[in-house]
T-cell receptor, first 114, second 111 residues
């Protein structure tokens, strides 16, 4: 069974630009969660999508948005990039059902904002 | 707001030594998970503890969930260089499916 894949693995952008990151979950998983990881703040929850609907949302500004497609693949978009958005962005997939919500993480996308 | 604290933040030990890392909160969690993350990779789940007082063993790793389900510890016996990594605890809180991560303990095991 293939694991969670994220593309691209590395990305360099400048302030003010926008970026879209992609996550393909494990086959059969319907839940995709996104996290931001920085040395100062650790791993912080951005949002979770389940069956194309945002099911939960963390405490991030509206510049951070996401969506999920019918095949469970998910994208995350960050608009008007700021220097502080530089981070490792991780996605995690799970079955998303009660009693079966173990999360499997992808390798992450390293975003650098200059 | 539910928060998780981990200690120590950094730990560097010699191969063969024992160590314990801690995960604490003032909040109750319905379950708590431990992950290990290696450089360039995402976190990998090691264990989930659900019942207060529960002890789980995974080879040389022993995990304990506090009786009040507010804290947890991870004990590693005879550490090996392959144990090097960032150890994260994560709690499944009272809000639906929201998972909260601690800041992590960075462990370095020197051969």
């Amino acid at each position: 069974k293939a694991g969670v894949t994220q593309t691209p693995r590395y990305l360099i952008k400048t302030r003010g630009q926008q970026v879209t990151l992609s996550c393909s979950p494990i086959s059969g998983h319907r839940s995709v969660s996104w996290y931001q990881q920085t040395p100062g703040q650790g791993l912080q929850f951005l949002f979770e999508y389940f069956s194309e609907t945002q099911r939960n949302k963390g405490n991030f500004p509206g510049r951070f948005s996401g969506r999920q497609f019918s095949n469970s693949r998910s994208e995350m978009n960050v608009s008007t990039l700021e220097l502080g958005d530089s981070a490792l962005y991780l996605c995690a997939s799970s079955a998303g059902t009660s009693g079966d919500n173990e999360q499997f993480f992808g390798p992450g996308t390293r975003l650098t904002v200059l | 707001t539910q928060l998780l604290e981990q200690s120590p933040q950094f730990l560097s030990i010699q191969e063969g030594e024992n160590l314990t890392v801690y995960c604490n909160s003032s909040s109750v969690f319905s379950s708590l998970q431990w992950y290990r993350q290696e450089p360039g990779e995402g976190p990998v789940l090691l264990v989930t503890v659900v019942t207060g007082g529960e002890v789980k063993k995974l080879k040389r790793l022993t995990f304990q969930f506090g009786d009040a389900r507010k804290d947890s510890s991870l004990h590693i016996t005879a550490a090996q260089p392959g144990d090097t990594g960032l150890y994260l605890c994560a709690g499944e809180g009272t809000s639906y499916d929201k998972v909260i991560f601690g800041p992590g303990t960075s462990l370095s095991v020197i051969p």
